[in-house]
């Protein structure tokens, strides 16, 4: 007889409530219900009516965590489906010794496998550390709330962590404001479902799917008056399919602002450029340019760009984080618009999305200006600003446009890209790190 009283036991049903907030009513169905001393729940649900595999932890960590993990992400991948990982774990337990490490290595090995094959997402709900940390360092995205903590080193073991104290680098905010670990931050667990549903709707399943397709506002009748001075979120919810967006990790590197964004129906990544990138605005743009290559999401980028944060911290490892910037835009298969609404200066206007290191279209607004120097660099060297009109005759942009007609523009630019397909150089992937 299958003993039944771990179903019983708070933390399973608190575990088991929490993917039923994320799922639709009735639609979880547990693998491998009976197996002891696993502390993870794992099975099969829909989102929204979209199929997902699903695993919440809810104690620590053990040699039958490996087991049921890998085996839904042998089925998620074969399906073609997204995996989702409710994480809450206090750690490993320490009486399967060297065993749980093989575990951890069994789900790093399984995950980077299935890494651009299908996306895979963190929801981080109390403490995520040590080895178990690394399973979110590993997703595409991480949702956490804010008594969310996450760490590899325990304060408790070394004196130079205890003296800087936990807020330095463990909680919530630094995660989401500093290190970027952190996509997306919420106040409660109602909000954090929410905001995950909102998302869910913005990807694909997986990399040979297109993300959903939903029915937009009409192209010719959302023609909202635009500025340069806007913020970007005003900019973005003024452009889009019903002013509906979600902005990824508004907390870090907050000069590039980035959304998940509609434009007939079609999903895209949206990236604004507000003025100096800093280091953590380079990182920021990495990595989602290179999920949405991975995932045929198309890119569009409003260029205002004046250069690179000058800051010592931000000059640290300037030369490779701006070589990976390049390299992931140049590289990326996907349609790519620019538009110049302000600024582009420089090095920073050529490796964001510039037509010079490979993107389809370029539009720029009648006041844009592109140029080697900044304004008041110009003067004092004598070097000549590029106006727009001057950009459009050279070939550098492909057309000056209305502010107003920006949306326009977009859609026809990914209805006619929709298409695209680029043969690469046979090689088994760049040799560029980042």
Partial sequence: MADESKFQSELYIKALGKIEKLADPGSFSQIAAYVESDNVLAGFATVDTRPCYIYCQYGPVTTGHAVKIKRIYKMA????????????????????????????????????????????????????????????????FSFGLKDTKLF???????????????DSFMSSSYHFNESGQLHFLYDNDEALSS????????????????????????VESNMSPLSADMSAGEMIGALCDNGE??????????????????????????????????????????????FSNAFNIPVVTLTNAKGFKTE??????????????????????VPKINIVVGDAVGLAGLVFNSKFIGADLVYAWPSAKLSLFTKEAAKVLGAPETEADYALKKGYVDEVIEPGDTRKYISRAIENLSTKRVSK?????????F
């Fill in 77 to 140: 991948v074969s399906m073609g489906v997204p995996v989702v990982a409710v994480l809450d774990s206090g750690g490993l337990n320490v009486e399967d010794g060297i065993e749980v490490l093989a575990s951890y290595g069994e789900i790093f090995t399984t995950m980077a496998d299935a890494s651009g094959v299908i996306p895979q997402i963190s929801l981080i709900y109390g403490k995520c550390m040590g080895a178990n940390a690394i399973i979110s360092g590993l997703s595409d």
């Fill in 152 to 166: 590899v080193q325990s304060p408790g073991t070394a004196e130079d962590i205890k003296s800087v104290g936990i």
């Fill in 195 to 218: 905001g995950f549903k909102l998302f869910w709707g913005f990807i694909p399943s997986n990399n040979l799917e297109e993300a959903p397709i939903l029915v937009g506002n009409d």
């Fill in 245 to 290: 967006f979600i902005e990824i990790s508004a907390g870090y590197g907050s000069e590039v602002a980035a959304f998940f964004a509609r434009f007939d129906g079609c999903t895209v990544l949206s990236l604004v450029s507000r003025g100096d990138i800093s280091k953590a605005g380079i990182d920021k743009l990495i990595k989602l340019v290179a």
């Fill in 312 to 333: 010592v911290n931000d000059q640290k490892n300037a030369v490779s984080q701006i070589a990976a910037l390049s390299y992931v835009f140049s590289n990326a298969t």
């Fill in 425 to 433: 150089h046979p090689k088994k992937h760049g040799s560029i790190c």
